[in-house]
């Protein structure tokens, strides 16, 4: 392994998730398309944008829910992209994930107790070690007590179903975990309380999170790096000071211009973007944020922009940075598509 990628936990290299349609008409449904990237170890790895964008399939194919079309991923850095069988189960106790609504995810017929025992069950684990005092130490770690072993979902708040699927994810002890619009589904002081256990845990047990979110301000707050998706393409990847200070994409602009700012002269001007975002099954030609791009020139239309660094760790898929030139002054071939007020 490179030197410079000792550090990294998980890499993805060139992933595509194609899912067939439901006739032959509905076509090819383009997840995600040739995305890139790389989770250094004890990082939040953010990822924004629109809902429908790939970022939910991105990452649940991170570690094996969806198995990818095509491309590699690299774990430690081994190839588990093909893992099958008892290899690929056994693998998955490195690498878990925490769901968006903790409802829908919880057995409603099983005790907090029984849930939490299940993935000790799984990998058969139940014997080998004493998992009741493991699941006192879960219940601890997440902010809950021996009261709740003995609860149903339907007995608890949101915010402590959220709880005992965070304590869950922790079970085995995994390298990563994903968690996919973790708190979007709880109260907005609730979800204060589970981003600050997200972090209070992060640095205790030295985790490394994959950090799913429409929300801008909680990646904000939460995230080392940020990557935005648009329509299955990663359109740049920074730190997240980088990124909110310095930003490139017109795509991740028009994203930071919706943030509300507490100070008014803070506020940025409130881009308006037109049209809809495209369908993943016939997605246009060229840089596919085209269609809805202020900046677009001809050259966007017909040639598809790569993911560039233009700093050091900044990287970014627009014509405009091609060759590290900032070409956001000129005027020749932009497109007509205005910024509303």
């Not at 936990?9 to 006739?23: E, R, T, W």
């Not at 924004?48 to 094996?64: A, P, Y």
């Not at 329509?231 to 919706?258: C, F, N, R, W």
């Not at 002054?329 to 497109?335: E, F």
Request: proline residues 4%.
């Amino acid at each position: 392994m490179a030197e410079n990628e000792k550090d990294i936990l998980l890499k993805a290299d060139h992933i595509k998730v194609y899912f067939k349609g439901k006739n032959k008409r509905s076509g090819t449904v383009k997840a995600v398309d040739d995305v890139s990237l790389a989770i250094h170890k004890g990082e939040t790895f953010g990822v924004v944008g629109e809902s429908g964008c790939g970022k939910s399939t991105l990452g649940r194919t991170l570690i094996r829910l969806i198995d990818p079309t095509e491309g590699q991923i690299y774990l430690n850095g081994e190839d588990i992209s093909r893992l099958k069988g008892a290899q690929l189960k056994a693998m998955r106790k490195k690498m878990q994930i925490i769901f968006q609504d903790p409802s829908a995810c919880l057995n409603p017929r099983r005790t907090v107790r029984q849930i939490l025992m299940e993935p000790f069950e799984i990998h058969h684990l139940d014997k080998e070690m004493d998992v009741e005092a493991r699941i006192m130490e879960l219940l601890t770690l997440v902010g809950l007590d021996s009261y709740h072993l003995s609860r149903y979902p339907h007995e608890l708040s949101g915010g402590q179903k959220q709880r005992i699927g965070i304590a869950r994810a922790l079970a085995l002890k995994p390298d990563l975990i994903v968690c996919d619009e973790a708190v979007s589904a709880l109260d907005v002081s609730v979800q204060a309380q589970v981003l600050n256990l997200l972090q209070e845990l992060k640095q205790k047990l030295g985790l490394t999170y994959f950090f799913i979110s429409h929300n801008l301000n909680v990646v904000y707050q939460v995230s080392d790096r940020v990557g935005v998706m648009y329509l299955g393409k990663m359109v740049e990847i920074a730190g997240y000071d980088q990124l909110y200070e310095k930003h490139y994409h017109p795509y991740t602009e028009a994203l930071l211009s919706a943030i509300p700012q507490v100070n008014q002269e803070d506020q940025r001007e409130r881009i308006h973007l037109e049209g809809e975002v495209p369908s993943p099954t016939d997605p246009p030609s060229g840089c596919r944020f085209h269609t809805r791009c202020p900046k677009a020139c001809d050259r966007c239309r017909t040639e598809e922009p790569k993911l560039t660094e233009v700093e050091p760790g900044h990287l970014v898929a627009c014509h405009l940075y091609a060759d590290g030139t900032d070409r956001t002054g000129d005027t020749a071939g932009v497109s007509s598509i205005s910024i509303d007020d």
